[in-house]
């Protein structure tokens, strides 16, 4: 696609169910990243894809937090057992390779995650 | 680990004036990449400008442009001629290229508002 596309854009959700959130890479970008945004704050690292490697899930802040991608395109992130604090808008982006890291991601808009 | 601080949490101007955006950060590395990001009401974050460390030279694109002190680990946003679009929250960010290669470490931001 021309951009990076989330979905959806905005979930609310009540206390103890999972969620699921979709991102949909630029084509052809074999890395992808999850950051999240707590309200107020900067972007705190969540997990990075690259090709086929292995994933660095060095940033997932608990074990109820986990991700996929499918196909080297598509990502899932799912928040099992959603708590108040995972209340957040959850940005994905995604690069053409890591040699042209450096020119920075590109990011989608995000989606605004609210727990009831 | 390296860290980013942005030390203005809010900052207004004059539209069509200039108006500077502090950043530092720390880091044990000698090569690495900084970026300024806009995020509109939009959420997408937007890169406005990327420089290299190992260049001395100040990027600039358009009214945008860098202070890069390489010594005082510091990278302030210097916006001109101030336009009504550039109110925004403005992230500095920092790219290692050894520890954390690949991963953004960001501010908290600076939201800038742009008087009439």
């Known amino acids: 696609g021309a951009g990076v596309s989330q979905s959806p854009s905005n979930k609310v959700t009540e206390k103890g169910k999972d969620v699921e959130l979709r991102c949909d890479p630029i084509?052809?970008?074999?890395?992808l990243y999850w950051y999240r945004q707590s309200l107020g704050q900067g972007l705190e690292f969540l997990i990075y894809?690259?090709?086929?490697?292995?994933?660095?899930k060095s940033g997932l802040p608990s074990d109820r937090f986990s991700a996929e991608r499918t196909g080297g395109s598509v990502s899932t992130l799912t928040i099992q057992r959603t708590q108040q604090e995972d209340s957040a808008v959850y940005l994905c982006a995604s690069s053409a390779d890591s040699h042209k890291i450096n020119y920075g991601y590109t990011f989608g808009s995000g989606t605004r995650l609210t727990v009831v | 680990a390296q860290t980013v601080t942005q030390s203005q949490p809010e900052m207004s101007v004059q539209e069509a004036e200039t108006v500077t955006l502090s950043c530092t950060y720390d880091?044990?590395?000698?090569?690495?990449?900084l970026f300024w990001y806009k995020q509109p009401p939009s959420r997408q974050m937007i890169l406005v400008i990327r420089q290299e460390a190992y260049k001395q030279q100040n990027a600039t694109e358009n009214r945008f442009s860098v202070n890069f002190q390489k010594a005082a680990k510091s990278f302030s946003l210097k916006i001109s001629d101030s336009q009504l679009g550039d109110a925004a929250m403005y992230f500095c960010a920092y790219m290692g290229l050894l520890q954390g290669a690949q991963k953004l470490v960001f501010g908290q931001g600076t939201r800038l508002t742009i008087n009439p």
């Open positions: 894809f690259q090709g086929n490697s292995a994933p660095d």
């Open positions: 084509s052809g970008h074999t890395a």
């Open positions: 880091t044990s590395e000698s090569d690495y990449y």
